[in-house]
């Protein structure tokens, strides 16, 4: 069974930063077609760092050159590295993955693996 594991979030004030850690099981985690999503309340869930199928990072405009996705392969962990945080990031945040057999396999397909969420919350 596949599960994903998020800690980190919590409350900061604008400009601070968080690392969120999302601990992957349940298959062999090759950090191919893993990443980050968050979802504000009233709005649709939103891409914000992920590592494609062939491991190379893609952010979305709002976030880059503050967050960073990095990954520890021999602890099947992800971690988004969040800096200058601004009111406009809180968030609950979700670690989503898919399930590709080897590099470039296919293109990632999000929405079948989620974590429960862990929340970040930016005050001005």
């Known amino acids: 069974q596949v599960q994903l594991v998020e800690s980190g979030g919590g409350s900061v004030q604008s400009g601070g930063s968080l690392r969120l850690s999302c601990t992957i099981s349940?298959?062999?985690?090759?950090?191919?077609?893993v990443g980050w999503f968050r979802q504000a309340p009233g709005k649709e869930r939103d891409r914000v760092a992920v590592?494609?199928?062939?491991?190379?990072?893609d952010y979305a405009d709002s976030v880059k050159g503050r967050f960073t996705i990095s990954q520890d392969n021999a602890k099947n962990t992800l971690y988004l590295q969040m800096n200058s945080l601004k009111p406009e990031d809180t968030a609950m945040y979700y670690c989503?993955?898919?399930?590709?057999?080897?590099?470039?396999?296919?293109?990632?397909?999000?929405?079948?693996?989620w974590g429960q969420g862990t929340q970040v919350t930016v005050s001005s």
């Open positions: 989503a993955a898919d399930i590709i057999p080897a590099r470039g396999t296919r293109q990632c397909a999000w929405g079948k693996y």
């Open positions: 590592l494609d199928s062939y491991g190379t990072s």
């Open positions: 349940g298959y062999t985690y090759n950090g191919y077609c």
